[in-house]
DNA sequence: AGGTCTGTAGTAAAGCTTTTCGCAAGCGTT
DNA sequence: AACGCTTGCGAAAAGCTTTACTACAGACCT
């Protein structure tokens, strides 16, 4: 019914200023106690907020940072998300967060609109494919973005360099893959699967790059034959798994790239009659909240994901004048072992 | 380095006003054709893009949509949040999404900073505790937002009534928890046990609700005994069945007030040495992505969440004018069965 | 020839807040 | 009594875009 009421009627009805409505509401600037009481209760008495849009149009930026991520339901993603409005939230910051299904036009279109918006840092999170296109595409959002005072974020993707002018959070993908190839190693295991993601996505690549290291650490040698790619979901583990039984391809153990995957893999060996672990062990990869309802419960590498989300936030949010705006942090991976491997004959 | 041009250099370097250049991006208004290339061509060499914020300055509201939840990592509130951003995206709408950890204070805060951004919708999700304060609280807030000219709505969560202005979209909560057991009743179950969330929780007073009509249609009396409530989580889930397995309660099935609580009890029930289905039968309620993966799969209620999220924006974005704001729509469940229900004698 | 459209484009105001600058009053100092 | 500092507050500009209004040229009509 009222119409939203501006600083102009709080004013007029506190008979003061609008320059003193303005210092009473932001408290930087010293006013008289008397005229601070009549201000707050106009302010009180009208209902007034501030006008995020005005405010934010003076200043460089507005009080927003952006998650930019392909999907938000896979608690990989769904946790960095919770730890960016989290800490955007600590931060005094709202958080917006936009989907592209790893869609390069949409994420063109998004980071447009983030900079329309003047958000304070934008935060491109999960792995990607990193050609020449990306590397290009990339170049021209951090250009764009700190023409327009945003900070740029890579979270849980490789960094571009040194030189390259974005933050980036990281997290040791290469080594708990390593520490969940060794870990099945150890067990006796000697013919391990891996059913990887994508060739070239990133976050595949290097779980593959740490299953090789720990393979030729080991003195083993790494088979091509025992390494799939394809789509790294739930539907992608079981069919791929179904097919390398068929294939009469040998292993005791499965090196699955995402709890996903492991998930489609164990029901595969289920319905060809497979016992896990006394048959086939399996590790997983990223420990899913329900990894531990799983049967048998699955031994797979714990993600900071929540940790990720937040130290991007925090690293973006920190005064500039300390900050190079080039950081670079890498945060740790361990394997949480579970009922899904079992020790073999040496 | 370059500073951020504004509409003022595009216009001078174009060589025309910033009407034009105005009339140009929003394409509302005829230019003719070489103007609008001078113009174009000016944007791209410049790389500018409008201030989203003196654009909002001028309209009603900003083209955002405002998701708060209690948090965003249960599956739950992720796929909500998921149909609300790709409808929110279809709209051309932002997603702006804040947690309350459910801290009535927070929620304020998240209401007034929704304001301020003169958000198109806000968008209340998740079951609450229903009393005289709360409804207090939705009557301001949707005074604050009507005048500020947002949309309230509230999703899955029960409707304030029609005078109330808000938009609702429930789903059938009780019906669902009315097939579930009904599901337990016709398999022979006679002794079942409700493991529900908080008393006066909206979302699990309704599962309880019908999980009484389910029994009493089938001419079963209610056993208050047979009915526990406290945290809803897998913790809680656990500990309430471990304790109910301590007391000697007896039980043939459990219908869980959630997947999580289900996955406890699963776990607690295989402790003590109890198989599932064969012992004890269980259907849970939300059915979570991963229930399938359970040991065994858990027979669970579906909830349409993306299509809540989608629902509640899609009503929020319509046209005024064809729309009272005072919407209510109710999206159906439906039970999936899996393997952890058996049928025993009759 | 004078009048009415039509198509384009410019002018200026509106929308709301923050911030710089300046002014005035009070008070202590010299 | 003149001076300068502090405190408190107002006036006005800046920040950027949209839009109602105005203006003008040429086409078309009568």
Same mark, same amino acid.
């Given at each position: 019914m009222n119409k939203r009421p501006s600083i102009k009627d709080v004013a007029a009805r506190a008979?003061?200023?609008m320059a003193t409505v303005s210092r009473v509401l932001s408290g930087d600037y010293p006013v008289a106690d008397e005229t601070r009481q009549r201000v707050q209760r106009a302010v009180r008495e009208l209902d007034y907020v501030v006008n995020a849009h005005a405010r934010a149009l003076h200043g460089a930026t507005s009080k927003v940072v952006a998650l930019v991520v392909a999907e938000v339901t896979t608690p990989f993603f769904a946790r960095i998300a919770a730890g960016? @409005? @989290?800490q955007a939230t600590e931060a005094h910051r709202l958080c917006l967060v936009c989907t592209t299904h790893a869609d390069p036009d949409r994420e063109l279109d998004v980071v447009r609109l983030m900079r329309e918006q003047r958000a304070d840092a934008v935060i491109l999170a999960g792995g990607v494919v990193e050609n020449d296109d990306y590397r290009e595409r990339m170049r021209r959002y951090a250009q764009g973005l700190e023409d327009a005072g $945003?900070?740029?974020v890579l979270? !849980?993707?490789? $960094?571009l360099g040194p030189d390259f002018p974005a933050i980036t959070v990281e997290y040791e993908n290469v080594g708990g893959a390593h520490a969940a190839t060794t870990h099945l190693l150890t067990a006796g295991h000697r013919d391990i699967l891996m059913i990887a993601g994508p060739v070239g996505l990133t976050t595949s690549d290097q779980r593959v790059e740490g299953y090789r290291t720990a393979l030729t650490a080991y003195g083993r040698p790494?088979?091509? !034959?025992?390494? $799939?790619?394809g789509p790294w979901d739930r539907e992608g583990g079981y069919r791929r798994t179904r097919a390398l039984l068929a294939s009469g391809t040998r292993f005791? !153990?499965?090196f699955a790239g995402n709890d996903g995957v492991a998930s489609g893999a164990m029901a595969a060996l289920r319905e060809v009659g497979r016992r896990i672990p006394e048959d086939v062990s399996i590790v997983g990869y990223d420990d899913i909240p329900n !990894?531990?309802?799983f049967n048998p419960p699955l031994t797979s590498v714990r993600v900071p994901q929540e940790e990720l989300g937040r130290t991007a936030v925090k690293l973006a949010t920190q005064r500039s004048s300390e900050a190079s705006g080039r950081e670079h942090v890498m945060l740790g991976t361990h394997v949480v072992v579970r009922g899904s491997v079992r020790q073999i004959g040496a």
């Open positions: 008979g003061v200023s960016v @409005e @989290e $945003s900070r740029l979270c !849980a993707r490789p $960094s790494v088979d091509p !034959a025992l390494i $799939s790619h005791t !153990a499965i !990894a531990v309802d």
